[in-house]
Structure formats: structure tokens, C-alpha cells
């Protein structure tokens, strides 16, 4: 559609619970053509079937899609990780350089976060 700015929102936070919502709905974005909202703890593995779902949303995306958790540092960053290394066919190290944000690397993606989303890639 014209004027969205994304086509697909997944929030792995809970739009209800995060403290960005109410900027989401002021910037238009929660008009994008799908939003999933599928909610995990932070710093936990990421559930088999959140992957499952991101991805086919990732193949399926007609535009830019968001990927949106509380702080963008572990749970989004993970699942970004995981479609760039399926989807892009990048290296363990490749992807994680283009979701580490440089100041917490080695902090952020959260180990178990990130792991689980490795685990889910190299089992494919």
C-alpha cells in the first residue's frame, strides 16, 4: 500500500507491553499490510515456531519489514541474525557483525537469545 513506511511488523516484545507502542501508532507503522505480535522473555531462547513464523513472513514481505522488540538489541537483533544467515546466506560472523551494536557487543544479542536463533539456522 502506498505511504506505509512497512510492509510487515513482528513484535516479539507484545506492542501491549512495550514502551514503544504508543510511538508505533504515532508514526503510522501500525498501518503496515501484517502485523504478527509474537511475544518471548528477554534473554530466552527464541521459541522454534517464532522462527518458523519469521521467517515465512521474511519470504513472504512485498517491502521493508520490521522486526521490533523493547530495546532492538537481543530479541529482534536475534531473529534479524537468523534471516540474514537463511535468507542472505551469511556467515555466523557476518550477520552477527550486522546486528551487534558496537558499544554491548558480546553483551547484545543475549547469548541464549542468539543461540537458539543459530541453533534454528544450522538445523535447516
Known amino acids: 500500500k502506498d505511504g506505509l513506511i512497512f510492509h ?4 516479539v516484545a507484545g506492542s501491549a507491553r512495550s ?5 508505533m501508532k504515532r508514526a503510522g507503522l501500525a498501518a503496515a499490510e501484517i502485523v ?14 517464532t522462527l518458523d513464523v519469521a521467517w515465512h513472513l521474511f ?8 522486526v521490533q522488540c523493547a530495546a532492538g538489541l537481543s530479541r ?4 534479524a541474525y537468523a534471516s540474514l544467515r537463511r535468507g ?5 560472523e557476518k ?5 551487534e551494536v558496537p558499544m554491548y557487543a558480546g553483551m547484545y544479542p ?13 538445523g535447516r
Do not use: C
Open 8 to 11: 510487515t511488523i513482528l513484535d
Open 19 to 23: 514502551p514503544y507502542a504508543s510511538d
Open 36 to 49: 504478527e505480535i509474537l511475544p518471548f522473555p528477554d534473554g530466552e531462547p527464541i521459541p522454534t515456531a
Open 59 to 66: 519470504r513472504g514481505a512485498e517491502g521493508p519489514m520490521l
Open 76 to 79: 529482534s537483533a536475534s531473529i
Open 88 to 92: 542472505w546466506h551469511h556467515s555466523h
Open 95 to 99: 550477520a552477527l557483525r550486522r546486528v
Open 110 to 122: 543475549m547469548a541464549r537469545t542468539l543461540a537458539s536463533a543459530r541453533r534454528w539456522v544450522e
